[in-house]
């Protein structure tokens, strides 16, 4: 309510007793949409006027010590400066204050979009702090010279003429709907009820507090929350006041941003992190099949000759051996000697990861614990320290919107991308994939691209891995109903994207090719953030 007409004549008030035979010496901006006025005062030699033009927030707010940037200034009106402050007035009945000045007058003016300032010399040349055309300066001027302005001193209740009806104090421009829904509720007279609540708008001393239900501060007649268990905080300055509610609405509106912040931060954790853990654990307690697979590919390189491309399976010693039809005998060996290999690498990093998610699931629901007890700004911010919230959004790849990705976690611990539509997948390839993350695509057909993301170089993927990525890429593309579909896969920087290509188009300078069954693999966990 700080906006309202009747504030602003008790702003003007406030401002012609401040400023009245003092001095404009500077006049510059270095924010956007506010203009500073240095006015050097007996007792603050520093104190400015900051006149706001914002669209969303206009406001003449004061400072009693404030010092001009360095940088990235840009000054205003030096031809009429240094110049004396003769008084401030009001328009009659609106939003317009005017500073009668030695060389001329400013006009401040809130009018939303079109809020600005401007300074008219003596001859009518209008200077502007914002750009206005010809016919914008003629008409601006031409209004200006209408209007009736009026001293601080006027009695502002008078302008509800005791004989216009209620319907047309209704109409008044100035009154507006909280001063009106408050006469309303007030017993008696309309025009009685109005012209109280003015005076105390006037005079009375400004509520100021956060209404928690509304999310938002506010700042308003004592009378108008006589019936709140808000904790408010009263002034007889209106500047005080104005300082007041700004400060509590950032500071509210900055906790409830970071808890909100926090508690998705912490929501997603705890379900990826629970999520992990669960299919760690199960992998976990199923053991390793290293021996298993050793012992096999040493059955069957004994029994090589009794195999032959096309079967299916085959039992040796009692043990049924799965074979891939597909594969001659020497690649069916082979591919047992890697399962075997593939399975040390990742049982063993199974277990490692298992411990450190327990650890870390752990940690989280320690955090949220003490997340649901913080109550002011610093507990909050600590918190988000803990969490090392601010080094996740630094990096280029988190500044694409994850969720615009299918994303998948494959026992436990790597994590697949999969795009949603041709500039989804050009996004995901250019803009979110690593150099040496894995690629795939579908041979042949349209489809998803799928990235494995690789975040220890150094460790290799095990071929079981790979593969079931690639089961990703051929499921989420034209091949999804075959039996067996081939998909094409190499390292992000062998994948070229140019002008030329159509969206979700690539080529590949290089590149390998596995045979898989379309599917979700059992261990493939979608993971919604």
């Not at 055309?133 to 005791?162: C, M, P, Q, T, W």
């Not at 109409?171 to 609540?197: C, N, V, W």
């Amino acid at each position: 309510m700080y906006k309202n007409y009747f504030y602003l004549c008790r702003c003007a008030r406030q401002l012609d007793s401040l400023t009245r035979e003092s001095f404009i010496t500077e006049a510059y901006t270095q924010e956007k949409d506010k203009l500073f006025l240095r006015v050097p005062l007996r007792d603050a030699q520093n104190f400015h006027l900051i006149i706001s033009t914002a669209s969303q927030n206009p406001f003449i707010a004061v400072k009693d010590e404030h010092y001009k940037a360095k940088k990235n200034t840009v000054n205003f009106f030096q031809d009429y400066l240094p110049c004396k402050v003769n008084s401030v007035q009001i328009a009659s009945g609106d939003r317009i204050i005017k500073f009668n000045l030695s060389t001329g007058s400013l006009i401040i003016l809130f009018r939303g979009s079109k809020s600005t300032a401007v300074f008219i010399d003596k001859s009518e040349k209008i200077v502007s702090f914002h750009k206005l055309d010809e016919k914008e300066r003629r008409e601006l001027l031409d209004e200006i010279n209408s209007i009736n302005f009026l001293n601080a001193s006027f009695d502002f209740g008078s302008l509800v003429d005791d004989d216009l009806t209620d319907a047309e104090v209704k109409k008044l421009p100035f009154i507006g709907k909280d001063i009106l829904g408050e006469a309303e509720k007030k017993k008696g007279d309309l025009k009685t009820g109005i012209k109280s609540i003015i005076d105390e708008i006037l005079n009375g001393k400004i509520e100021v507090h956060f209404d928690e239900k509304r999310g938002r501060a506010l700042f308003q007649p004592e009378s108008f929350i006589l019936n709140s268990t808000q904790v408010s905080s009263n002034y007889e300055s209106y500047f005080e006041a104005l300082h007041k509610y700004f400060s509590l609405g950032y500071s509210k509106s900055n906790i409830q941003s970071l808890r909100k912040q926090i508690e998705g931060y912490l929501t997603r954790e705890i379900e990826i992190t629970a999520s992990k853990l669960n299919s760690l654990k199960i992998r976990v307690e199923s053991g390793s099949k290293e021996e298993l697979y050793r012992n096999w590919a040493a059955l069957l390189q004994m029994n090589r000759d009794n195999l032959r491309k096309g079967m299916k399976d085959v039992e040796i010693n009692s043990h049924k051996i799965v074979l891939d039809e597909k594969m001659s005998p020497s690649q069916n060996i082979d591919r047992y000697f890697e399962k075997s290999k593939d399975e040390k690498i990742e049982y063993e990093k199974s277990k490692e990861l298992f411990s450190a998610a327990s650890e870390k699931l752990k940690s989280l629901i320690k955090i949220r614990d003490k997340f649901e007890l913080a109550a002011d700004h610093n507990e909050l911010a600590g918190i988000k320290k803990e969490l090392k919230m601010s080094d996740q959004i630094k990096t280029q790849e988190d500044k694409i919107d994850r969720p615009n990705f299918r994303h998948f976690v494959i026992a436990g611990k790597y994590d697949v991308y999969v795009g949603k539509d041709s500039r989804n997948n050009d996004m995901l390839t250019t803009r979110f994939a690593k150099q040496n993350d894995f690629w795939f695509h579908a041979r042949s057909v349209s489809g998803s691209h799928v990235v494995l993301r690789i975040n220890e170089t150094k460790e290799p993927v095990p071929k079981s891995i790979l593969l079931k990525a690639a089961s990703l890429a051929a499921f989420y593309s034209k091949a999804k109903t075959s039996k067996l579909a081939p998909v094409s896969y190499t390292l992000k920087k062998y994948v070229n994207k140019n002008s030329r290509h159509e969206p979700g188009q690539v080529s590949l300078i290089k590149e390998e090719v596995l045979l898989v069954k379309p599917e979700i693999p059992k261990d493939c966990i979608q993971v919604d953030e």
